[in-house]
């Protein structure tokens, strides 16, 4: 059974850090690309950042460009989304999403691209 976990959501001030924290199980881990997506209160689900298999590249949307950093630790089977300067346009459920595959294209930033979801964190920023 495949299980993505996110978790290090909360509540922080505009300005402010929090680093998210999605554990993967039931999957050849370091097979996956890896994503996160952001879903505002209201709104569709929408691409923030990717990461390779090997770590070796990373995408980012240009909302988050700068801002946020994701990583990954394929020994340890978990991605991470480092987000500083939040703003309250930030808040919202944060999502992890995997895919196997061997080319990555510019699909990647799609919804429907992805296998595997997590459950999602919640990100509030207060101004």
């Known amino acids: 059974q495949v299980q993505l976990v996110e978790s290090g959501g909360g509540l922080v001030q505009t300005g402010g850090s929090l680093r998210l924290s999605c554990t993967v199980s039931?999957?050849?881990?370091?097979?996956?690309?890896m994503a996160w997506f952001h879903q505002a209160p209201g709104k569709e689900r929408e691409f923030v950042a990717a990461?390779?298999?090997?770590?070796?590249?990373?995408y980012y949307s240009d909302s988050v460009q700068g801002r946020f950093t994701i990583s990954r630790d394929n020994a340890k089977n978990t991605v991470y989304l480092q987000m500083n300067s939040l703003k309250p346009e930030d808040t919202g459920a944060y999502y992890c999403?995997?895919?196997?595959?061997?080319?990555?294209?510019?699909?990647?930033?799609?919804?429907?691209?992805?296998?595997?979801w997590g459950q999602g964190t919640q990100v509030t920023v207060s101004s």
């Open positions: 039931g999957l050849t881990f370091s097979s996956y690309v």
């Open positions: 999403a995997a895919k196997e595959t061997r080319i990555i294209d510019t699909d990647l930033t799609r919804v429907q691209w992805y296998e595997f």
């Open positions: 990461i390779s298999k090997s770590a070796g590249t990373t």
